[in-house]
Nanobody, 116 residues
Framework: QVQLVESGGGLVQPGGSLRLSCAASESITRVIAVGWHRQAPGKQRELVASITSAGGTIYKDSVKGRFTISRDNAENTLYLQMNSLKPEDTAVYYC??????????WGQGTQVTVSS
């Protein structure tokens, strides 16, 4: 019954920045990892960034140095700061949370379009 609500997507020019937010409906215990995936039209959904409960991070190679994943546990919110955006970053971005013994929950997705 965990619900994830995303916001912050939109249209931005190449080189611009966006910050995506994902708010959970409740405080979640036993979180294994949280993350962001994206899916471009006709493409497979791919991992963009993830962070474990211990703070370890994983980034897709093409976003390293440009994107930063972070979380605010007190506010039950996950963020993805995206800088130096490129047209190839255009996709629907989904947040997720993996919970021990419960499974993975997904947000509804938010559209990010990078275009001049």
């Amino acid at each position: 019954q965990v619900q994830l609500v995303e916001s912050g997507g939109g249209l931005v020019q190449p080189g611009g920045s966006l910050r995506l937010s994902c708010a959970a409906s409740e405080s979640i215990t036993r979180v294994i990892a949280v993350g962001w995936h994206r899916q471009a039209p006709g493409k497979q959904r791919e991992l963009v960034a993830s962070i474990t409960s211990a703070g370890g991070t994983i980034y897709k190679d093409s976003v390293k140095g440009r994107f930063t994943i972070s979380r605010d546990n007190a506010e039950n919110t996950l963020y993805l700061q995206m800088n130096s955006l490129k047209p190839e970053d255009t996709a629907v971005y989904y947040c997720s949370v993996m919970i021990e013994r419960r499974g993975t929950y997904w947000g509804q997705g938010t559209q990010v379009t990078v275009s001049s």
